[in-house]
């Protein structure tokens, strides 16, 4: 991961000096597509990539990290389509695609990070919300669905008006956020008081995608102006629900330790929807958390 965040502070840096995304180079030229499938062997995709991977592996930790990467300032960048469940997302202007495989467990792409191109310098929050609320559509046209983090409370977006932290539910910290709710777009105004990071979550039928945005202000107009870091966090169940476990022998009994860790995490959540209720917050009654596969077998 220290090596994805490096090259997004070069990506950050580079994107002062990009083309426009939206920008018809004069020296046209035909734009190379990435075909991933999640879920499926890292194999396939790395033989048959139009762009060569480079490969890297620590066999300490028998991880290996396949990788391409491009310039910001390139005037033809990649185009990345993600399929999964039948279904492909199409990513463009793409700068990073990192596949990263644990050979302990399985050879197949069960976590993908992709990294965007973000628009020229100069660009406005403006333009920038217009962009990622762009994609944030894209992804759901592609049959990713808005996902709450277990422990946090189903408040939907259109309690906004109620929540005045844009991180903080009635002094609690959250993290899919009714501010950052992908099915209502936010206004400029509360948009610029999120701060550097913004985070919105999807579930896909056993696999989680987590957007990323990490805001630069500009220094001669801050308030104006800044430049956006766009990433895109591919995982497969058992990524997802392994994160939070540092132990590396608990990360092998995943599925035995997660009924135990859903109980706090829907105890959390409970606890603070039935605070929200009193203060008139409407809890989204319709959402369900999707089913863990894993506990189903």
Not at 27 to 44: G, Y
Not at 121 to 149: A, D, M, N
Not at 254 to 280: D, F, I, N, T, V
Request: glycine letters at 4%.
């Amino acid at each position: 991961m220290k090596k994805i965040f490096f090259f997004a502070l070069f990506v950050l840096a580079g994107c002062n000096e990009s083309q426009n995304m939206l920008e018809t180079s004069t020296m046209k030229s035909e734009t190379q597509l990435i075909e991933l499938k999640l879920l499926n062997p890292v194999k396939d995709t790395t033989t048959n990539s139009v762009i060569p991977f480079t490969e890297s592996c620590m066999s300490q930790v028998d991880t290996c990290w396949y990788t391409i990467q491009k310039s910001a300032n390139d005037k033809s960048l990649p185009t990345v389509n993600v399929s999964f469940n039948g279904r492909k997302l199409s990513l463009e202007q793409a700068v990073d695609v990192t596949i990263v495989v644990d050979k302990k467990t399985s050879d197949d792409i069960e976590t993908l990070n992709i990294i965007l191109r973000g628009l020229p310098k100069g660009s406005t929050h403006e333009q920038y919300r217009t962009l990622i609320y762009t994609l944030l559509g894209k992804i759901k046209e592609s049959g990713w669905s808005h996902f709450f983090l277990p422990e946090d409370p189903r408040i939907s977006g259109s309690q906004i008006e109620k929540i005045s932290s844009p991180e903080y539910v009635l002094g609690q910290y959250v993290s899919s956020h009714p501010w950052l709710d992908p099915d209502y777009k936010l206004d400029l105004k509360r948009w610029l008081k999120i701060g550097s990071f913004y985070n919105w979550y999807f579930y896909n039928n056993g696999a989680y995608l987590h957007l990323k945005a990490w805001r630069q202000n500009d220094d001669e107009a801050p308030t104006e102006k800044a430049t956006y870091l766009i990433t895109l966090e591919f995982q497969s169940e058992k990524k997802f629900w392994q994160d939070g476990i540092s132990d590396e022998k608990d990360r092998l009994h995943w599925k035995e330790l997660l009924p135990k860790r859903l109980k706090s995490y829907h105890a959390a959540r409970l606890a603070l929807e039935e605070k929200a209720r009193a203060a008139g917050i409407e809890i989204d009654e319709s959402y369900q958390d999707p089913p863990i596969r894993a506990l189903q077998e």
